[in-house]
């Protein structure tokens, strides 16, 4: 019996009605068709999905994924091209496996209606090398977010303000630097023994 290695990349394309009656359809409905919707929140850990301009094929590169990540509930659109990025080999190749069984495309629009729009979903898996990568900018950005700010007079304030996403100007305006100072101090919260800036979600 010959084997067929999965690919690396699938593309599924999907139709949906869009008459103000009809029900709204996300990348939850995607994944509901593509047989993952009971996996309830542990499919945040094993597939990352994503979005771009509809003409852009290709899934963004590592770098730029967290640019491109996109909630489970946002609207399909024509638009958008989505992507689905996977980070468990079985589950990618059950998920393909099951694709292919529905010709790689899934369409929710009745014979007889009229209005409708269509996206396409790249489902894709990362390799080796790019799994390891991923596990090592999360490892950098998650230590970058603990890091300790300097506790030392204008270069303290100043890297908050950076953190807190003050206009360059501002630090530049000598008049107001006492009442930022102030306000950073009354808003430090303790972290493991040091002090962070308290930033609102």
Partial sequence: MAFNPVPAQLTVHVRWPTHPDDAEFTLDSVVAGLGMSDMDCDINSLVIPASTPSHRVLTPPLELLPNSWVPWDTS????????LV???RQLYADTVELAN???????WVPTACAEWSHTYIELT????????ELQELSFEAFQQSWLPLPETDLDYYFSSYARLGIHEDMLKDEVRTG???EAIDSSQVDVDGGKQP???C
Wanted: hydrophobic share 45%; aromatic share 10%; glycine share 0%.
């Fill in 76 to 83: 399909l659109s024509e638009s958008r091209r989505f992507h």
């Fill in 86 to 88: 996977f980070l468990d």
């Fill in 101 to 107: 069984t529905i010709q790689a495309t899934m369409d």
């Fill in 125 to 132: 898996l990362l390799n080796h090398a790019e799994m390891v």
């Fill in 179 to 181: 009442s930022y100072m």
């Fill in 198 to 200: 308290r930033i609102s």
